[in-house]
Nanobody, 120 residues
Framework: VQLVESGGGLVQFGGSLRLSCAAS????????MAWYRQSPGKQRELVAH???????NYADSVKGRFTISRDNARNTVHLQMNSPKPEDTAVYYC???????????????WGQGTQVTVSS
C-alpha cells in the first residue's frame, strides 16, 4: 500500500488550499479513505473520512469549511480547505481503512504527510 500526499503549503487565513492523495496497492473504489492531521505536541486527529460510495463525515472543527472528495477513476482523494484558520496548521496525512456508519477505523498505512501552514 502506498499513499502519496501533495498540495500543502502556506495559505493565508481565509484563503483556500486543496490537498490530494494518490493511493495504490488497494482496491480503491471500495476502500474508505480519510485525512488526519497532526500539529506539534498534539495527537494525530481525524479530520474527515469518506466511504467508497462517497458518503463523507467531518470533525466538528472543520465542518462547513473543508470538503473531502474522491476520484475512483484516478485512485485519488482530495481535501478542499476553505477559510482555513491558523489552528488548522498541521501536517496532513492520508489514510485508508474501513468505516461503520460515522465511525472510521484506520489501517496502519500512512503517507509522508504534507505540511499546511495558515498565516494570520
Amino acid at each position: 500500500v502506498q499513499l502519496v500526499e501533495s498540495g500543502g503549503g502556506l495559505v493565508q487565513f481565509g484563503g483556500s488550499l486543496r490537498l490530494s492523495c494518490a493511493a495504490s496497492g488497494i482496491i480503491f473504489s471500495v476502500s474508505a479513505m480519510a485525512w488526519y492531521r497532526q500539529s506539534p505536541g498534539k495527537q494525530r486527529e481525524l479530520v474527515a473520512h469518506i466511504t467508497g460510495g462517497g458518503v463523507a463525515n467531518y470533525a466538528d472543527s472543520v465542518k462547513g469549511r473543508f470538503t473531502i472528495s474522491r476520484d475512483n477513476a484516478r485512485n485519488t482523494v482530495h481535501l478542499q480547505m476553505n477559510s482555513p484558520k491558523p489552528e488548522d496548521t498541521a501536517v496532513y496525512y492520508c489514510n485508508t481503512g474501513s468505516n461503520s456508519g460515522s465511525s472510521y477505523y484506520p489501517r496502519d498505512y500512512w503517507g509522508q504527510g504534507t505540511q499546511v501552514t495558515v498565516s494570520s
